[in-house]
């Protein structure tokens, strides 16, 4: 929960991203989350866990990974479980990562993450 410190052993520095709740323009570098990140301790709460602070789960469904040598495509959809006083509430996005291997160890270089709704972006009914 909110470790920026693995994040930064596991991601590139030239890490790109399109994360379509936050803007619908590239992100690029690592800052970015390390911000989110940090705000979110201070919270309590964690990354992709919006509102109050709450028991909060996440799992990858549909997990699939292709390796091509020194390169892997990381794609499922995450599904953010977070427990409130209404209930559990799961939010759905698919995501995509590209992974390369670099002086023997991978890194994430690209994620980019679409809201699981039916096309052509039909939000769901709240």
């Given amino acids: ?4 410190q693995t994040y930064y052993e596991t ?11 936050v803007t ?13 990140m940090e705000a979110n301790a ?11 602070a709450a028991p909060t789960r996440f799992d990858l469904a549909n ?3 292709q390796r091509y040598g020194d390169t892997a495509i990381a794609s499922y959809t995450l599904l953010v479980s977070t427990a409130t006083a209404e209930g559990v509430r799961v939010v ?8 390369v291997k670099r002086e023997g160890k991978w890194k994430v ?3 980019h993450k679409s ?3 039916q096309a052509p972006h039909v939000p769901p009914q709240e």
């Fill in 1 to 4: 929960e909110n470790d920026v």
């Fill in 11 to 21: 991601c590139a520095d030239d890490l790109t991203l399109y994360e379509w709740w």
């Fill in 24 to 36: 619908p323009h590239r992100i690029d570098g690592l800052p970015f989350h390390e911000f989110m």
């Fill in 42 to 52: 201070r919270r309590g709460t964690v990354f992709g866990a919006e509102g109050e």
């Fill in 63 to 65: 997990l699939r990974i």
């Fill in 92 to 99: 759905a996005h698919n995501e995509s990562r590209v992974m």
């Fill in 109 to 111: 270089v690209h994620v």
């Fill in 115 to 117: 809201p699981a709704w």
